[in-house]
């Protein structure tokens, strides 16, 4: 049995120590405010064990780490269906990126980019009865935390300033990929990004993707094929243009958000979850992608 305390405590003294530490997502005004010296791990095994180091119960902003919680809404609420409207390749591109969209008819590449989020966004949209709320129960529901919240700070913050998300959802509704309106599809999606969580929250969010589908009440919200897929989708798509790189340092499928955090998880044994707002030029977490390399190296556990 490995001293996984022990790990995690060296991992946060070297990347404390680390002299390049990023820069914060400013074009979120609202996100500019958040002190840079934030750093935080978190580490949940499936058996029930949990280990933290630093600022791991902070709540931080999680931006598109949301993506993976809406598409698995979206999956189980219209099934196979979502690959009609979204297609599951890595796109090897900035998360705002339009130009494919134009070459590819209006299908995103994937999921987790812009794009595929906000036609994920409209799917939830056009089935959920409260979307806002119905899909905030949904996060509280697999945290097994009624505490979570949306921050509307954040989310009009983004509105004002968000507009090559405007231009996306405007390319998206030219090519007929949104049943709704550009700016109910926008509130939506800039509300699920504003989600806050802590990495130990995230944590417990992820559980249900380790655990082939059934959450901390063990309630199963995906099939074992639907986690399996997600998973699939983390790895190459997880980290845009730096998927390649995450894979390649980690090897774990994982989701960044641009508020700083990481999640990244090893079926049938954990779920880890990073938080330092500084981020590298791909807009990923900088100590977050050097502590998770960390821990795979130092523990050997990954997929591969
Ligand atoms: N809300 C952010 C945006 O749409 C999410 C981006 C991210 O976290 N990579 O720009």
């Not at 791990?41 to 064990?49: A, P």
């Not at 705002?96 to 989020?117: D, K």
């Not at 509704?173 to 926008?186: A, G, I, R």
């Not at 960044?256 to 707002?277: C, M």
Request: proline residues 3%; negative net charge; hydrophobic residues 40%.
């Amino acid at each position: 049995m490995q001293n996984f305390q022990a790990i995690l405590d060296e991992i946060y003294i070297d990347a404390k120590n680390t002299i390049e530490k990023g820069s914060i997502a400013s074009y979120i005004p609202e996100l500019a405010h958040v002190d840079k010296t934030n750093f935080g791990i978190h580490l949940r095994t499936l058996n029930g064990s949990e280990y933290g180091v630093g600022n791991f119960e902070t709540l931080f902003s999680i931006q598109s780490i949301s993506k993976v919680l809406a598409l698995s809404k979206a999956m189980s609420l219209i099934g196979e269906a979502v690959w009609k409207r979204v297609d599951v390749e890595p796109s090897g591109h900035p998360f705002n990126q339009l130009a494919l969209l134009e070459i590819e008819n209006g299908i995103p590449r994937n999921p987790l980019i812009n794009s595929g989020a906000i036609v994920i966004a409209d799917i939830l949209l056009s089935h959920l009865k409260n979307p806002k709320e119905d899909f905030l129960n949904y996060v509280r529901d697999l945290a097994g935390d009624d505490s979570i919240n949306y921050n509307k700070s954040v989310a009009n913050s983004e509105k004002v300033t968000g507009f090559k998300n405007y231009a996306a959802a405007n390319l998206l509704k030219s090519f007929n990929n949104l049943e709704n309106t550009v700016d109910d599809v926008l509130d939506f999606y800039f509300h699920q990004c504003s989600i806050e969580m802590s990495c130990s929250q995230l944590s417990k969010a992820f559980l249900f993707l380790a655990n082939k589908g059934g959450c901390m009440k063990n309630t199963a919200h995906l099939t074992e094929s639907q986690a399996k897929r997600i998973n699939a989708i983390m790895l190459t798509c997880g980290f845009y243009d730096e998927a390649g790189e995450f894979a390649f340092e980690v090897g774990l499928p994982g989701k960044s958000g641009v508020g700083g955090g990481i999640v990244a998880l090893l079926p049938d044994h954990y779920i880890i979850s990073t938080w330092s707002p500084g981020l590298n030029k791909k807009g990923n977490s900088l100590l977050g992608m050097q502590a998770l390399e960390q821990f795979t190296t130092k523990t050997k556990l990954s997929i591969f």
